[in-house]
């Protein structure tokens, strides 16, 4: 998930004082926020002749360590790393059997070497929150804290999994003093999302860019993925020229980002610009870095586009197949894709899907509560008429984050369908003043 490299004490601090005093002097004017983004392109020569990709480098990064562990079977931190590289692998490929694999790997490192053993700690955290269990994973990172106060990872997992519960405050003072501690692309990036969970947006741009002044050569991964969700920010506000930019520059470093084309292809899906939006999206399928783990959300979107379109028979075979990929490549029970489904089921409408869709967010809102997991299940709710529970559940959503456009329009859907007419109006007016780009298309893509 993060991309945190080991850099000197004083480089990194000499970079921070690019500076935050000079950020806060104009951040004020939006005009200046918009179009800051062209303001730090990537400083360093792309290096584009490797000819290995990401898994064929962490095989042999695997076969390394287990060839050191045949050779002294009761290391533990070999086994440690091997976990790691496990998670690594995982998170590339989307493949569930690489977290088995992880988590056997680290369990075993704990039997070998009980105690001052944080690295195979981490590795188990790191898949409690693969699982979706988030309260395991805060409780883990906290053992590795205890170990080593001031290890990074461990403070970065703890602000993603308690922003995924929902305790934005207490993902937003980690981030804090995580940013103190480690001021660096990450850190800051980590920080930025905290800062959008809380609505504070010129703050969050001040973070993000900040983060993009601090990267550094043979980073690629973490600068692709700082930029994409800087323009994931920038759509969500309607500034559709800076976030297409954005994307297009993470694609310059990393060109088969599966995430920067994912978020590009929506972005033109919602201009209308359906050639170019099914390239991105072709071109997921043919990631060799990323193999089969995006290829649903790719293939979604291509259902989407059909339905635009007005070819529903076309839109039906693609859900179809991207529901099969889903089911054949995700593992629901262990980790945590139950909310993905739900939105394929909802997305394509069927009523017959509608109590599956329930259930599975059922089982997700008890582990996930962020602002996301709740616009979803009221979602769900709303297509079962429960419009009373649905009013409960998005009003958490937007007491969690009251500047969400879309969490704002399903609020505006359910008061409507309850006969809420002014407050259904004054929540499409704070939408509208959010994002004014939410247009007709735009609500249709998100099932509105």
């Given at each position: 998930?993060?991309?945190?490299q080991?850099?000197?004490?004083?480089?990194?601090?000499?970079?921070?004082?690019?500076?935050?005093?000079?950020?806060?002097?104009?951040?004020?004017?939006?005009?200046?926020?918009?179009?800051l983004?062209?303001?730090?392109p990537?400083?360093?020569?792309?290096?584009s002749?490797?000819?290995?990709?990401a898994?064929?480098?962490?095989?042999?990064e695997?076969?390394?360590?287990?060839?050191?562990?045949?050779?002294s079977?009761?290391?533990?931190?070999?086994?440690?790393?091997l976990?790691?590289?496990?998670?690594?692998?995982?998170r590339?490929?989307?493949?569930?059997?690489?977290?088995?694999?992880?988590?056997q790997?680290?369990?075993q490192?704990l039997?070998?070497?009980?105690?001052?053993n944080?690295?195979?700690?981490?590795?188990?955290?790191?898949?409690?929150e693969?699982k979706?269990?988030?309260?395991?994973?805060?409780?883990l990172?906290?053992?590795?804290?205890?170990?080593?106060?001031?290890?990074?990872?461990?403070?970065?997992?703890?602000?993603?999994?308690?922003?995924?519960i929902?305790?934005?405050?207490?993902?937003?003072?980690?981030?804090n003093q995580?940013?103190?501690?480690?001021p660096?692309?990450?850190?800051?990036?980590?920080r930025?999302?905290?800062?959008?969970?809380?609505?504070?947006?010129?703050?969050?741009i001040?973070?993000?860019?900040?983060?993009?002044?601090?990267?550094?050569?043979?980073?690629?991964?973490?600068?692709a993925?700082?930029?994409?969700?800087?323009?994931?920010?920038y759509?969500?506000?309607?500034?559709?020229?800076?976030?297409k930019?954005?994307?297009?520059?993470?694609?310059?470093?990393v060109?088969?980002?599966p995430?920067?084309?994912?978020?590009?292809?929506?972005?033109?899906?919602?201009?209308?610009?359906?050639?170019?939006?099914?390239?991105?999206?072709?071109?997921v399928?043919?990631?060799?870095d990323y193999?089969?783990?995006?290829d649903?959300?790719?293939?979604?979107?291509?259902?989407?586009?059909?339905?635009?379109?007005?070819?529903r028979?076309?839109?039906e075979?693609k859900?179809?197949?991207?529901?099969?990929?889903?089911?054949?490549?995700q593992?629901?029970?262990?980790?945590?894709?139950?909310?993905?489904?739900?939105?394929?089921?909802?997305?394509?409408?069927?009523?017959?899907?509608?109590?599956?869709?329930?259930?599975?967010?059922?089982?997700?809102?008890t582990?996930?509560?962020?602002?996301k997991?709740?616009s979803?299940?009221?979602?769900v709710?709303?297509r079962?008429?429960?419009?009373?529970k649905?009013?409960?559940?998005?009003?958490?959503?937007?007491?969690?984050?009251?500047?969400?456009?879309?969490?704002?329009?399903?609020?505006?859907?359910?008061?409507?369908?309850?006969?809420?007419?002014?407050?259904?109006?004054?929540?499409?007016?704070?939408?509208?003043?959010?994002n004014?780009?939410?247009?007709?298309?735009a609500?249709r893509?998100?099932?509105?």
């Amino acid at each position: 998930m993060l991309f945190f490299q080991n850099r000197p004490w004083q480089k990194r601090l000499a970079l921070l004082s690019l500076s935050a005093t000079c950020l806060a002097a104009v951040l004020g004017h939006r005009l200046w926020s918009a179009h800051l983004s062209w303001a730090i392109p990537y400083p360093y020569t792309l290096h584009s002749n490797d000819p290995e990709t990401a898994t064929q480098t962490l095989n042999q990064e695997i076969a390394f360590y287990r060839d050191r562990i045949q050779q002294s079977p009761s290391d533990g931190l070999d086994r440690a790393a091997l976990a790691q590289t496990y998670l690594k692998m995982a998170r590339a490929t989307g493949q569930s059997t690489w977290y088995l694999l992880a988590e056997q790997s680290a369990r075993q490192s704990l039997t070998n070497l009980s105690t001052n053993n944080p690295g195979a700690t981490m590795a188990l955290a790191q898949i409690a929150e693969a699982k979706h269990d988030f309260n395991q994973s805060i409780a883990l990172a906290k053992e590795v804290l205890a170990l080593s106060p001031n290890h990074e990872e461990a403070k970065a997992l703890l602000v993603t999994s308690y922003l995924a519960i929902g305790e934005t405050a207490k993902a937003h003072q980690i981030a804090n003093q995580l940013v103190e501690q480690l001021p660096t692309l990450g850190s800051f990036t980590l920080r930025a999302l905290t800062h959008d969970a809380l609505c504070l947006k010129e703050d969050a741009i001040a973070d993000f860019h900040q983060a993009l002044a601090l990267e550094e050569p043979q980073e690629t991964g973490s600068s692709a993925w700082a930029r994409t969700l800087l323009g994931r920010f920038y759509a969500e506000q309607g500034e559709l020229a800076q976030a297409k930019q954005l994307y297009q520059d993470a694609l310059r470093l990393v060109p088969r980002y599966p995430l920067a084309l994912i978020n590009l292809a929506k972005l033109e899906t919602q201009q209308g610009h359906y050639r170019k939006a099914q390239q991105r999206y072709s071109r997921v399928f043919t990631s060799e870095d990323y193999p089969a783990a995006f290829d649903h959300v790719a293939t979604q979107g291509l259902a989407r586009i059909k339905l635009l379109q007005g070819d529903r028979q076309a839109a039906e075979e693609k859900w179809a197949i991207a529901e099969q990929q889903f089911r054949t490549h995700q593992d629901l029970d262990s980790f945590g894709h139950r909310q993905e489904l739900a939105r394929l089921l909802l997305t394509r409408g069927h009523q017959e899907d509608l109590p599956e869709a329930l259930a599975l967010m059922e089982q997700e809102i008890t582990l996930r509560r962020d602002h996301k997991t709740l616009s979803l299940m009221a979602w769900v709710l709303s297509r079962q008429g429960q419009w009373d529970k649905a009013q409960s559940v998005i009003k958490e959503a937007i007491a969690q984050k009251s500047c969400h456009t879309e969490t704002l329009y399903r609020a505006a859907a359910i008061e409507e369908s309850l006969g809420n007419t002014d407050q259904a109006v004054r929540y499409q007016q704070q939408a509208q003043a959010i994002n004014p780009a939410f247009d007709d298309r735009a609500q249709r893509l998100s099932g509105l």
